[in-house]
């Protein structure tokens, strides 16, 4: 027929028109030049089918509940939509109110090539509160050797400041309800959405989350109970 080739993608992505990174193009080797570019069609239409794309049908979580889950930020995360990219969520707003949207906080992520690359900085995470749109990944295995930020960098506080001023999260400081927090329960109190002042030292609950605040009670969190 003097077709150049076909496009095709794998029955279970889906369908999106336009230019996309889930179709793939194979050159017709009858095709004008098709030949140089047969070889090249095929080895990466075994690349696609063999890749593990188990990620993208995992969506039992939002961000924000993958957040808690964790016990912090520091978790690795894939958009559906990315093709060649990953994140590490580097930091997470104020959670105000209960699960599963938590008052959708601001959400921070430096974003990387699958090889390590560093493509952006303290990036907005948008739409975290969607089960569609994200997914946890296990770490890259360049992970464990790459030179990753510090959780505690204090750049993230000015970025999350910024953000929150843009989505116009940014208030006055809620009164603080101060914990006392045994060092090896610290993952506990993260996933009640307390935060450490690294200044005083001590795990804060914010006044108005008075469900947590309920449950540091109850696990004898409060200095007064």
């Given at each position: 027929?003097?077709?150049e080739g ?215 969190f409060l200095?007064?109970?």
């Amino acid at each position: 027929m003097g077709l150049e080739g076909i496009v095709s993608k794998r029955t279970d992505a889906p369908y999106r028109s336009g230019p996309s990174k889930l179709w793939l193009k194979s050159k017709n080797p009858a095709s004008e030049d098709g030949p140089a570019r047969a070889g090249r069609g095929v080895a990466q239409a075994l690349a696609v089918t063999m890749s593990d794309d188990s990620w993208q049908r995992s969506h039992d979580q939002n961000v924000f509940q993958m957040y808690v889950a964790h016990g912090g930020p520091g978790f690795w995360v894939r958009r559906t939509t990315w093709g060649f990219s990953c994140a590490r969520v580097v930091r997470v707003g104020e959670m105000t109110k209960s699960g599963p949207y938590f008052g959708n906080p601001s959400v921070l992520m430096d974003v990387y090539s699958l090889q390590g690359e560093l493509k952006d900085e303290a990036a907005p995470l948008p739409v975290a509160g969607t089960y569609k749109t994200w997914r946890k990944i296990d770490p890259p295995d360049w992970a464990t050797s790459a030179d990753l930020r510090p959780l505690d960098d204090p750049k993230l506080d000015a970025a999350l400041s910024k953000l929150d001023r843009k989505r116009g999260k940014a208030k006055p400081p809620a009164e603080r309800v101060r914990l006392r927090v045994p060092y090896e329960q610290k993952d506990v109190a993260k996933r009640l959405g307390a935060r450490w002042d690294r200044t005083e030292r001590v795990w804060w609950l914010s006044a108005e989350n008075e469900t947590a605040i309920t449950e540091a009670k109850a696990l004898g969190f409060l200095p007064e109970s």
